[in-house]
């Protein structure tokens, strides 16, 4: 096994209070969120959306690696230079999302299983030869009074745990994670226990397979009330149950926590962070970090709308919303960087 290689880029990816910018939503995904600005859903479209996003001067003071999608990683710049080669040359380490979706989990009917371990050894293969260095898979938790059920969970799990050896083989750090999902209306405290005993299982099974703590990232969700749940949480209520799950879950060997945004609001998302680190960050065994997509880019895609005179204003945006998420880690975010966005 590659096992300095996966040491090192574990901790290149959360060195210098850097974090990961997301930019590997599927076709699907990505039309979605272009359709709701009335963007043409074409390549083009995606291409230029992505061209924007590669070519942020200074992203790479804030931004350690970021993640792919298996179009994206094919693409060039208009002049012939391909993306990765870009970003490279930029300083930031390229990733690639390598699950195929979550689909619906057999006999579970409102619950779902992430797909794409068939075949994966060689499409993995194929992505270490375009210069990824690191690898994403998303398992999808949807909570409710009596869900996820334990099925759900025990698979999902299982197969995180296959990627992450498969990834490792490879010479790419995985990055696992394990999403339980804002939608619903349940408590902090539900979103607690269900992270929890999700996490618990996701490391039992990452140690029944022999994944390399020491290189690989976790990117969980934050602990967060449902977003229909009447009784909304501080800043401090998220910072507080958010670590105290970590550190009962979580082994020290692991290098990095790296959240995903699961759709809350940018500022937001930053402040939570920010909140964590401030309280928290020197007492703990991991850095805290982010691994954000829609928390970063989406002000930036609303000031784009897919029109060429905005793309220096949305790659400001972008620059911004990434520097805000270095602060938060370093407990600086004061909420400042907001009056540039
Ligand atoms: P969000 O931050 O928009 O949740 O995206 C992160 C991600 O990569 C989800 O897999």
């Known amino acids: 096994m590659h096992r300095q290689m996966l040491i090192d880029t574990a901790s ?53 690696g970021l993640i792919l999608y298996d179009e994206t990683i094919r693409q060039s710049r208009s ?3 391909p993306f990765v080669k870009i970003i490279v040359e930029a300083g930031i380490i390229p990733g690639i999302k390598v699950d ?51 099925g759900c969970v ?3 799990a299982h197969a995180l745990a296959r990627y992450a050896a498969l990834c490792q083989e490879a010479g790419l750090v995985p990055i696992v994670e ?3 999902m804002m939608a619903g209306g349940h408590s ?38 449902g977003l229909a749940c009447p009784q909304q949480a501080t800043l401090d209520d998220v910072a507080d149950a958010t670590v105290n799950c970590l550190l009962r879950a979580v082994p020290a060997a692991v290098p990095g926590i790296m959240f995903l945004s699961g759709g809350q609001a940018a500022g937001l998302a930053s402040a939570r962070l920010n909140a964590m680190n401030l309280r928290y960050k020197s007492q703990l065994p991991w850095a805290l970090s982010f691994s954000f997509g829609r928390a970063i880019q989406q002000p930036a895609l609303a000031a784009w709308l897919g029109k060429k005179d905005q ?6 945006i972008l620059y911004y919303r990434a520097k805000c998420n270095r602060d938060a880690r370093r407990g600086q975010f004061t909420g400042e960087a907001e009056k540039h966005c």
């Not at 599927?26 to 230029?48: G, V, Y």
């Not at 959306?49 to 003071?61: C, D, Q």
């Not at 793309?311 to 400001?316: E, H, K, T, Y």
């Open 12 to 64: 290149a990816l959360v060195a210098d209070d850097k974090g990961l910018l997301a930019i590997d939503e599927s076709i699907t995904t990505c039309n979605k969120r272009f359709a709701a600005l009335a963007i043409p859903q074409t390549e083009a479209a995606r291409h230029d959306y992505r061209e924007l996003i590669v070519t942020t001067s200074g992203l790479a003071e804030s931004i350690s």
């Open 79 to 81: 002049d012939g230079t």
């Open 100 to 150: 195929l979706g979550a689909k619906g989990l057999a006999g579970h009917p409102k619950e779902k299983i992430t797909e794409g371990l068939d075949g994966l050894r060689g499409r993995l293969a194929e992505y270490v030869q375009m210069g990824a260095r690191f690898a994403k898979w998303r398992a999808v938790l949807t909570v409710s009074d009596n869900l996820p059920s334990r």
């Open 154 to 156: 025990e698979a999902n």
């Open 178 to 180: 394990p999403e339980v």
């Open 188 to 225: 902090l405290d539900r979103c607690r226990e269900v992270t929890e005993e999700v996490l618990h299982t996701v490391f039992n099974q990452l140690y029944r397979q022999g994944i390399l703590l020491e290189g690989m990232i976790l990117k969980p969700n934050m602990l967060l009330p």
């Open 311 to 316: 793309v220096i204003a949305a790659q400001n």
